[in-house]
């Protein structure tokens, strides 16, 4: 069994950063890749950021230059510092990994989602 948890949400206003984290656990061979999704009120979720196992890095257009993710494959973490937030990212944030088990089966994960807004 794998699990994802994330950590970090919260509360920030205009133009403030916040660090989410996301840990995966449980039966896991070999994670390739990891990346954030976040699903506003009303909307679909939409990819915010992914990274590889050799670190190539892709993200959405709209938090290039403002969101930087990062993973420790040694302890299967991925993180999403997020900096000068505007309104517009409040949303749910989702972590997300596409990994194979210990019986080298291949998944996608999700962990359970973390709040963030930000206040004008």
């Known amino acids: 069994q794998v699990q994802l948890v994330e950590s970090g949400g919260g509360l920030v206003q205009a133009g403030g950063s916040l660090r989410l984290s996301c840990a995966a656990s449980g039966s896991i061979f070999m994670i390739n890749a990891m990346g954030w999704y976040r699903q506003a009120p009303g909307k679909q979720r939409e990819l915010v950021a992914t990274?590889?196992?050799?670190?190539?890095?892709t993200y959405a257009d709209s938090v290039k230059g403002r969101f930087t993710i990062s993973r420790d494959n040694a302890k299967n973490t991925v993180t999403l510092q997020m900096n000068s937030l505007q309104p517009e990212d409040t949303a749910v944030y989702y972590c997300?990994?596409?990994?194979?088990?210990?019986?080298?089966?291949?998944?996608?994960?999700w962990g359970q989602g973390t709040q963030v807004t930000v206040s004008s």
């Open positions: 997300n990994a596409n990994l194979y088990t210990s019986t080298l089966t291949r998944g996608e994960y």
């Open positions: 990274i590889t196992s050799g670190g190539r890095t």
